[in-house]
Each structure stands twice: as structure tokens, then as C-alpha cells.
């Protein structure tokens, strides 16, 4: 029970007026001041437990989604198992919470997976951030392409992720795109010496440089930038950070814009010359 309200407005009331009306008065008001601030406490920490909540969904809804994509068409290979593990292994997973993964992977696994349950209840606890649900969705299509190849299987169990997210069929299609040159991007880069990256880059690197963004190769200088801002926004670490993601995958985060701003910078000097 919060009473200095009460004790403070008594005592001012009755300093200031000398009269026990005025005291009475101080002490309406501070009642009122103690209502008012555990109102906002209280507030303040069931925002606080939604974030926690938002935090744990993602968490745990993205490792067992992906245990259900991978084993999509009927059973995961050895790809699929290394990403997973290599993808722990990027965030950073130790001790309980990389047990946590480890358990959600398995049930994701298991025959009777409730997927759309679960994609439904991760919704309603992250409520409407669309940005969340992308970068969750475009997770699950890097483990589906964990083995270079995307089977019709993998392709429709996406494709039922992305609907109980909101996303349409061309939205999946365009982001199906935009992973692979992602992937195809990466590997150029990282297949370049110091050497070579100082020379002009070819043809089917910018190609990809283009799609990361999701532009056409002919998009003027103004959509391009506009498809720069708009992704690096929605990726944004901080941002997602604030709506939902659990700090320790903050990385992918990081990741995906770092991708962004190296495909911005490779057409902006392509454009430039």
C-alpha cells in the first residue's frame, strides 16, 4: 500500500493554508498522486512481462518451426541438422538456453506437430509486428535451403508459415528470392580474395546485390534507395529488439542488415562509375 502520497500532501496542504481544510485537501490530492503511481507501476510491469513473453515466442516458436521445416519432406538430413547446430552456434547458445533450442528442434521433429497452433499463439503474443514475423520468416527459408535445394514439400510447409504470419504467395516468392541471392551473395564474398574485391564485381553479383534489396536491376536511383531504407528499418536491431526479439538473436539481426548495407553500397558504386 503506497501512503507518502497521502503524508506529503497532508503535510504541504497544511503548511501552506495553516488550516486543517487546506491539510484535508493535501491529502485528497495525494491519494490521488498514490493511485496514479501504482497504476503506472503496475503498468510498467506487465509491459515488462509482455516483453519477456514476446521474448520467449520467438525464441522457442522459431526453433521448433524450424525442427518442422526440416523435416518437411519426410526426414532431416545432415544439412539441416549442421545449419541448426551452426546457427545455435552463431547466437551464442550455451547451457540452459541452448538446451531450450535443442528441445523446441526435437518437437518441431516429432509426427502431429501442432504448426498452425503454434503459429497462431505466437502471433497473438507478439500481436501485430509484421517486422518480427519477417525475420522469423526468413529464417525458417534459410533452413529450408540449408541443403542448396528447396523441395515442394519445404516449399509448402513456408508457404503455410508465411499465411498464418499474413504474408501472401508473392510475398514468399519475392523473399524466397531474396535469401538465395542472399546466399549466392554471401558465397562470392566470401570465396574473394582482398585482391579480387578491389577489382570491378561481375555481372551476377550485382544481379544479387539487386534482389537482396528486392528491385529490379533498371530501378532508379530514388526506389532503389526507398527499398534500402524500408529493409534496413524492418531489420534493424534495436527496433526488433524493443518489439520482441530475444537479445541473443540479435546477431541475425545484425547479420541481415549488414547483407543490406553491402548490397546498397556495391549498387550505389556500381551507379557511380
Not at 35 to 56: F, K, T, V
Not at 240 to 248: D, Q, S
Request: glycine share 8%; with cysteine; proline share 2%.
Amino acid at each position: 500500500m503506497r501512503i507518502w502520497g497521502k503524508v506529503l500532501g497532508f503535510l504541504f496542504g497544511f503548511m501552506l493554508s495553516k488550516t486543517i481544510l487546506g491539510a484535508l485537501l493535501g491529502l485528497w490530492l495525494g491519494h490521488y498522486f498514490d493511485r496514479g503511481q501504482r497504476l503506472n507501476l503496475d503498468s510498467l510491469n506487465q509491459h515488462s512481462d509482455s516483453d519477456a513473453n514476446r521474448q520467449a515466442a520467438f525464441f522457442y516458436t522459431t526453433f521448433s518451426v524450424m525442427g518442422y521445416v526440416a523435416k518437411a519432406n519426410g526426414r532431416v538430413t545432415e544439412h539441416e541438422i549442421a545449419f541448426a547446430t551452426a546457427y545455435m552456434d552463431k547466437l551464442g547458445l550455451k547451457g540452459d538456453l541452448r538446451r531450450q533450442a535443442q528441445d523446441a528442434f526435437r518437437e518441431g521433429k516429432m509426427a502431429g506437430f501442432p504448426l498452425v497452433e503454434r503459429l497462431k499463439k505466437f502471433k497473438r503474443t507478439c500481436g501485430g509486428r509484421h517486422d518480427l514475423f519477417l525475420l522469423f520468416l526468413e529464417i525458417q527459408i534459410q533452413v529450408a535451403f540449408a541443403d542448396g535445394k528447396l523441395s515442394a514439400e519445404e516449399r509448402d510447409a513456408l508457404h503455410q508459415i508465411a499465411k498464418v504470419l499474413g504474408f501472401s504467395s508473392p510475398d514468399l516468392d519475392k523473399l524466397l528470392e531474396m535469401i538465395m541471392a542472399g546466399a549466392a551473395f554471401h558465397g562470392q564474398s566470401d570465396s574473394s580474395s582482398e585482391q579480387s574485391t578491389q577489382r570491378p564485381s561481375s555481372k551476377t553479383q550485382l544481379d544479387n546485390a539487386y534482389r537482396i534489396l528486392g528491385v529490379e536491376r533498371d530501378a532508379s536511383t530514388k526506389d532503389v534507395k526507398k527499398a534500402y531504407k524500408k529493409l534496413m528499418s524492418q531489420h534493424h536491431p534495436d527496433k526488433l529488439v524493443a518489439k520482441g526479439l530475444p537479445k541473443e538473436m540479435m546477431e541475425v539481426a545484425k547479420q541481415k542488415a549488414q547483407d543490406i548495407q553491402a548490397a546498397y553500397d556495391l549498387i550505389n558504386k556500381s551507379t557511380s562509375h
